[in-house]
């Protein structure tokens, strides 16, 4: 296994004098909907609740979906909730340089896969569906590519553990994941800049929804190929509007500006309060306290948003 040294060797000295942190990361392509709010509820308790550091990173290497105003609303709602955190956001773009010495420490291959190519591939019987199924490990036939870049991938594979607070052990496949986007305007991608930052801003403990459960054995295969110590985890149940799918515009209300048309900051702090099972507190300050992991619901939260 190769490991990275240069890249380990500084922030590992910053890591041991650091408090560990927690973190709430989100993407600026919109305004944070009540389930997102609800994610940096609960990362921010866990993190108060248990002394940590909280910092806020913005995760903008989707350069083309991302703005820096989207951004700076998403940290203004969050700040109305009572929400604060530990020193200055950080932005996923000022730190690229990051993210190409992380690369050269890993085992990666590139790949030349079109979408058709990676839907139409023959799988491995237990290669889940949004895997990478492998075409490109080893490929020789070099297809043209024009003025297109490959995109360069994880050599994953096999399996990998981690320990989480509601799922509790958990082992699931390593995806050959994008670490470099490929294409006309490359780019970074999510697994890597997570996974590096998360590292090198000593967070020790993720909070974030269910729909990353699946990618977490990979990042934690990454974080292990970058000689780190994996945080331990907490993934919270998703919001459902009432259809029982995943929350959308179509739900209707469900962003802050929106919902303090019907509800009071107050009332809304409380009833994300109480989606995450803890009665009878009405800012986020009074709930460090009251709240525990083992007390958030495990099934989703059925959220009827005001039409
Ligand atoms: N930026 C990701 C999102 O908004 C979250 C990443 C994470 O918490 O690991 O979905
Ligand atoms: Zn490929």
């Not at 083309?64 to 940290?75: D, I």
């Not at 203004?76 to 190409?100: N, S, T």
């Not at 490929?139 to 297109?148: N, V």
């Not at 009665?279 to 958030?296: C, D, F, K, L």
């Amino acid at each position: 296994m190769r490991v990275a040294r240069e890249f380990l060797s500084a922030p590992a000295t910053v890591r041991a004098m650091t408090q560990p942190a927690g973190r709430y990361a989100p993407s600026p392509s919109g305004d944070l909907h009540i389930g997102n709010l609800r994610t940096a509820l609960a990362a921010w308790l866990d993190a108060r609740a248990s002394g940590r550091r909280f910092l806020v990173r913005i995760e903008d290497v989707d350069e083309q979906r991302s703005s820096r105003e989207v951004a700076a609303r998403q940290l203004e709602h969050l700040a109305a909730l009572g929400i604060d955190w530990d020193g200055e956001p950080v932005y996923q773009q000022d730190r690229y340089g990051l993210y190409e010495q992380a690369l050269t420490q890993l085992d990666t291959f590139p790949c030349y896969c079109t979408r058709r190519d990676i839907r139409e591939a023959a799988r491995a019987p237990h290669t889940p569906p949004s895997f990478y199924p492998g075409t490109c490990i080893g490929r020789t036939d070099i297809p043209e590519m024009g003025d297109r870049a490959p995109a360069i991938r994880f050599h994953g594979g096999g399996e990998m553990t981690l320990v989480d607070d509601r799922h509790g052990t958990v082992t699931g496949p390593v995806d050959h994941c994008v670490l470099r986007r490929g294409g006309r305007e490359p780019g970074w991608a999510y697994n890597l800049a997570c996974v590096v930052d998360d590292i090198e801003q000593g967070v020790d403990r993720v909070v974030r929804g269910d729909d990353l459960l699946a990618s977490a054995p990979t990042q934690v295969a990454i974080i292990t190929a970058l000689g780190a110590t994996p945080p331990t985890y907490l993934h919270v149940p998703l919001v459902v509007g009432e259809d029982g799918e995943r929350l959308a515009k179509r739900n209707g209300a469900t962003t802050l500006p929106e919902l303090t048309r019907h509800w009071s900051i107050r009332e809304i702090v409380a009833m994300l309060g109480r989606s995450l099972g803890i009665e009878g507190a009405n800012t986020a300050r009074e709930m460090v306290a009251r709240y525990s992991p083992q007390a958030i619901p495990a099934e989703p939260w059925e959220f009827s948003a005001p039409q």
